[in-house]
T-cell receptor, first 116, second 111 residues
């Protein structure tokens, strides 16, 4: 069964609105979660690393003020896309590492965002 | 910049054949390698992980790793139409312990 959940799975919103995406680890704690973005016919690109109890680490070129990340607990990380624009339309996927060495990453089902 | 390279395909094989997917990586010190399967519109699903040189088999899937050549492959035996998907090769190599993905190889298994 699924080990990481994401909500919502689909979002359609108007330009300028904010969208919040939740990522939950099921039955295990995740001090770190990763947020990826995937544009059509491209591979996954890391946006940021969510760290429980500390600030998120953003990849180069990702605006931290636009993509707000909050790791509220050991099982929940949220990504808020503030003032969304059509170019933010994408497939957003979170992952959480699990296992003794924390090397195996399990992905949530993803959230497809369409900004009109 | 650490990179993972894959042939984008599409790779087309008949049902029942062996599909061979290849991947190279740039960071010689990489230690952990993964193959994910991604169906259209879905998130990646872990197929195999491999950490040591040689072969690792799991059902119809065999992962092969050659660290000297910086090469990872995935063989799918007795390919089925349900195997049709994009296969992503990934390496742990980011500064945060994140995965670095190749662009994926699209596999099509024809009935």
């Amino acid at each position: 069964g699924a080990v990481v959940s994401q909500h919502p799975s689909w979002v359609i919103c108007k330009s300028g609105t904010s969208v919040k995406i939740e990522c939950r680890s099921l039955d295990f704690q995740a001090t770190t979660m990763f947020w990826y973005r995937q544009f059509p016919k491209q591979s996954l690109m890391l946006m940021a690393t969510s760290n429980e109890g500390s600030k998120a680490t953003y990849e180069q070129g990702v605006e931290k003020d636009k993509f707000l990340i909050n790791h509220a607990s050991l099982t929940l990380s949220t990504l808020t896309v503030t003032s969304a624009h059509p170019e933010d339309s994408s497939f957003y996927i979170c992952s959480a590492p699990r296992g003794a060495a924390q090397e195996t990453q399990y992905f949530g089902p993803g959230t497809r965002l369409l900004v009109l | 910049q650490k990179e993972v390279e894959q042939n984008s395909g599409p790779l087309s094989v008949p049902e029942g054949a062996i599909a061979s997917l290849n991947c190279t990586y740039s960071d010689r010190v990489s230690q952990s390698f993964f193959w994910y399967r991604q169906y259209s519109g879905k998130s990646p699903e872990l197929i195999m992980s491999i950490y040591s040189n040689g072969d690792k088999e799991d059902g119809r899937f065999t992962a092969q790793l050659n660290k000297a050549s910086q090469y990872v492959s995935l063989l799918i035996r007795d390919s089925q139409p349900s195997d049709s998907a994009t296969y992503l090769c990934a390496v742990i190599g980011g500064s945060q312990g994140n995965l670095i993905f190749g662009k994926g190889t699209k596999l099509s298994v024809k009935p």
